[in-house]
């Protein structure tokens, strides 16, 4: 299998190992980026899916979103 198949198969969250973060929510997050002086930042937004409640987070003070990532196309750019 390929490493994306891998990653479909087992470790989306329909996958067979998926398992749910157990970090902070992203209001927490955001909160405590903000609260230590930092500028809250969404790196590899093509990781999180097409339907992730984008608006919200920046509602919640989300300040940026990473555009130019190695793996991005021109397009996804």
Not at 31 to 50: E, R
Request: glycine share 14%; aromatic share 10%.
């Amino acid at each position: 299998h390929s490493r994306s198949e891998a990653f479909a198969r087992y470790l989306s969250q329909t996958g067979s190992a998926y398992f749910p973060p157990l970090g902070p929510t992203m209001a927490e997050a955001i909160a405590a980026i903000q609260v230590a002086g930092g500028w809250a930042s969404l790196a590899h937004p093509l990781t999180v899916g097409k339907d992730a409640p984008i608006g919200d987070w920046v509602d919640l003070g989300l300040e940026g979103i990473e555009s130019f990532y190695g793996s991005h196309t021109g397009g996804q750019v």
